[in-house]
């Protein structure tokens, strides 16, 4: 009992020692594996969360990118163009320093659009000049569209108002119609031009105005060409005809050259035959007269 009690009491406590060395370890290794399955767990439940979220925000930006429709924008720019006038005194009273309102506020090719000015608010001379207003109105760099028209119709905010006088006018946006400039008069020479830059607008792109503004660009590079061409033809001929004109001039020019020459050598053949001529007379002459001068020699 007592040898059993000494081994027992050497040995044991190095095996308590070790036992207890082995399940610290253990327990430690089980509390990094508890962390890494939480961590992996929470990285998980995150990533499920994030999933949706994504998907929410990409649902928001395809609602905030649908493009409205070429039909839809048509409709839009009829029903604005056809705004009573009464309705926009509000907006020209609240707003004393717009000058114009277009409706739709961006013109769309191929349809109405209403152009409203409070005369009152240019800035130029126009806001007092009276009479007629008018509009002075382009596309595209003013190659479309160009057009020249009095703004007929008239509001006013209300009685009393004398900071709001508005004049309108229908206009039909060209198809093709990329941008829109403009510019105001009274019809006798004073103008609100907007400092000398002209007032301008982009125009709204559709399908079919992007498709209309290519074949007119189609047009007008054929119109070039064609142009071009005719221009080269027409150059063409007239050098040919100059150059036939300088050819005959030249061979004119040859051929009396060829008739001074021979004529030159005619006379100058003329002229020697009738110097000699002259000397054959003058010679017989002198033989005539000393023939005479022997005989009355020989007679006396």
Do not use: Y
């Not at 839809?72 to 020209?92: D, E, S």
């Not at 479309?144 to 004398?162: F, I, K, N, R, S």
């Not at 103008?191 to 660009?217: H, I, K, P, R, Y």
Request: with cysteine.
């Amino acid at each position: 009992g007592s040898a059993a009690e000494a081994e027992g009491g050497s040995s044991p406590p190095e095996e308590r020692r070790e036992t207890g060395l082995s399940t610290t370890t253990s327990s430690a290794q089980q509390e990094e594996r508890k962390e890494q399955e939480q961590e992996h767990k929470e990285r998980e439940q995150e990533e499920q969360e994030e999933v949706p979220r994504e998907e929410d925000e990409e649902e928001e930006e395809g609602e905030e990118e649908a493009p409205v429709t070429e039909a839809t924008l048509r409709a839009n720019a009829r029903a604005a163009a056809g705004t009573p006038p009464q309705q926009l005194a509000a907006h020209f009273a609240a707003n004393k320093d717009d000058l114009f309102l277009l409706l739709p506020r961006e013109p769309v090719p191929g349809e109405a659009l209403k152009i409203w000015v409070n005369r009152k608010a240019s800035r130029s001379a126009l806001a007092t000049s009276g009479g007629v207003l008018t509009l002075h109105v382009g596309f595209n760099d003013w190659t479309v569209g160009t057009l020249t028209v009095d703004m007929a119709e008239q509001c006013w905010a209300g009685a009393g108002d004398e900071t709001t006088e508005m004049r309108g006018v229908e206009v039909q946006v060209p198809a093709r119609a990329r941008k829109m400039a403009f510019v105001f008069s009274d019809g006798s020479g004073t103008f609100d031009n907007n400092g000398g830059q002209n007032f301008n607008v982009a125009c709204a792109q559709t399908e079919s105005s992007l498709m209309a503004f290519a074949a007119w660009e189609r047009e007008v590079v054929e119109a070039e060409e064609t142009a071009l061409t005719e221009r080269l033809r027409v150059e063409a001929e007239a050098k040919a005809k100059a150059d036939a004109a300088a050819k005959a001039n030249a061979l004119k020019e040859a051929k009396q050259r060829k008739i001074a020459d021979a004529k030159a050598k005619v006379f100058a053949k003329v002229d020697a035959e009738i110097k000699a001529l002259a000397e054959v007379e003058a010679e017989v002459q002198w033989l005539q007269a000393d023939a005479e001068a022997q005989a009355a020699a020989e007679g006396v």
